[in-house]
């Protein structure tokens, strides 16, 4: 029993942890850059808090407490015109979580790569691609601009196994995007869905099943304050609905996801290429799947220049 129930307390915590560090906040997601700007960033993401299951599952009290180390890069360039970027974020987590199930205190650990992101964002108004010498003279008004995130299923994963980091499927998210600057102020609002593939060997017992997953809508918004020099803080703030999930077709409405978070971010600009951002956020509102806090602290080197 105690083995057992290590493994399903650790199943149902990380399936909760890796959909809800799904919702993030991403201040300035559509601001532009000149063309040829490229950056590496290395991120370290700290969660802890509470986790709750609303009675579906047999674990109570459980909680829990990960690293995310995150390395990402960013390249922008021309997309017939319009300025565009590419991200790419390859994540790896550690992660210690402790809960009651079956009237059995567990406590399990677990390390591994989580699933590759990319990103593709395009500018459709307000920012034409523009090379450094023009973006220099260049004054921000209002930008919209579309953007599609994949989450690839390269994470760890086995089918006969309840201890996995990945989801072994892949996860699609269309956004658009809308940015105003009022002098020295900077206000963002975002509005997209997550749309999910079907997990085909999802563990339920001896023989894995189908699950699916319905698609989860968010929104998203930040108001910001430029202090020069490419320093910067934001408030944010995001709400997301969604994502009731089936298991061999048999639908859980208790699945069913409506959460919101805050936080606030600042950036800080140390020389030329280096840059450090630092970021809390915290639950305000959770149905389904936990509430936690989140600090981030992230380094960032960016050049201009296209390869040789």
């Given at each position: 029993?105690?083995?057992?129930?290590?493994?399903?307390?650790?199943?149902?915590?990380?399936?909760?942890?890796?959909?809800?560090?799904?919702?993030?906040?991403?201040?300035?997601?559509?601001?532009?850059?000149?063309?040829?700007?490229?950056?590496?960033?290395?991120?370290?993401?700290?969660?802890?808090?509470?986790?709750?299951?609303?009675?579906?599952?047999?674990?109570?009290?459980?909680?829990?407490?990960?690293?995310?180390p995150v390395v990402s890069l960013y390249h922008?360039?021309?997309?017939?015109?319009?300025?565009?970027?590419?991200?790419?974020?390859?994540?790896?987590?550690?992660?210690?979580?402790?809960?009651?199930?079956?009237?059995?205190?567990?406590?399990?650990?677990?390390?591994?790569?989580?699933?590759?992101?990319?990103?593709?964002?395009?500018?459709?108004?307000?920012?034409?691609?523009?090379?450094?010498?023009?973006?220099?003279?260049?004054?921000?008004?209002?930008?919209?601009?579309?953007?599609?995130?994949?989450?690839?299923?390269?994470?760890?994963?086995?089918?006969?196994?309840?201890?996995?980091?990945?989801?072994?499927?892949?996860?699609?998210?269309?956004?658009?995007?809308?940015?105003?600057?009022?002098?020295?102020?900077?206000?963002?609002?975002?509005?997209?869905?997550?749309?999910?593939?079907?997990?085909?060997?999802?563990?339920?017992?001896?023989?894995?099943?189908?699950?699916?997953?319905?698609?989860?809508?968010?929104?998203?918004?930040?108001?910001?304050?430029?202090?020069?020099?490419?320093?910067?803080?934001?408030?944010?703030?995001?709400?997301?609905?969604?994502?009731?999930?089936?298991?061999?077709?048999?639908?859980?409405?208790?699945?069913?996801?409506?959460?919101?978070?805050?936080?606030?971010?600042?950036?800080?600009?140390?020389?030329?290429?280096?840059?450090?951002?630092?970021?809390?956020?915290?639950?305000?509102?959770?149905?389904?799947?936990?509430?936690?806090?989140?600090?981030?602290?992230?380094?960032?080197?960016?050049?201009?220049?296209?390869?040789?």
């Amino acid at each position: 029993m105690p083995r057992f129930a290590r493994e399903l307390l650790l199943c149902f915590l990380l399936a909760s942890a890796l959909r809800l560090t799904g919702q993030d906040l991403a201040p300035r997601a559509y601001i532009i850059t000149p063309i040829h700007a490229n950056a590496i960033t290395l991120t370290y993401g700290y969660y802890n808090g509470g986790l709750n299951f609303g009675g579906i599952i047999p674990i109570t009290g459980a909680s829990g407490s990960y690293s995310v180390p995150v390395v990402s890069l960013y390249h922008t360039f021309s997309f017939f015109g319009r300025s565009a970027n590419l991200t790419a974020a390859l994540p790896y987590a550690v992660g210690t979580f402790h809960g009651t199930v079956l009237g059995t205190q567990s406590s399990v650990y677990r390390s591994g790569l989580l699933d590759t992101s990319f990103r593709f964002s395009v500018n459709l108004l307000g920012g034409p691609a523009m090379p450094t010498q023009d973006f220099a003279h260049w004054k921000q008004k209002n930008l919209l601009g579309v953007s599609l995130k994949v989450i690839a299923p390269t994470g760890q994963y086995d089918g006969t196994k309840l201890v996995n980091w990945g989801i072994n499927r892949w996860a699609f998210k269309p956004e658009l995007g809308y940015s105003r600057r009022l002098h020295n102020w900077l206000l963002d609002g975002y509005g997209g869905a997550w749309f999910y593939t079907t997990n085909s060997a999802a563990f339920a017992g001896p023989v894995p099943q189908r699950q699916t997953e319905e698609p989860i809508g968010s929104l998203e918004g930040h108001l910001g304050y430029d202090f020069g020099q490419r320093s910067w803080v934001s408030f944010d703030g995001n709400f997301w609905w969604g994502g009731i999930t089936s298991l061999s077709g048999v639908a859980n409405l208790a699945s069913k996801q409506v959460g919101s978070r805050l936080g606030g971010t600042a950036s800080v600009r140390l020389s030329h290429h280096h840059s450090v951002k630092v970021s809390f956020s915290d639950g305000t509102y959770v149905r389904f799947g936990g509430n936690y806090k989140n600090v981030s602290v992230a380094w960032q080197y960016s050049w201009v220049g296209r390869p040789n």
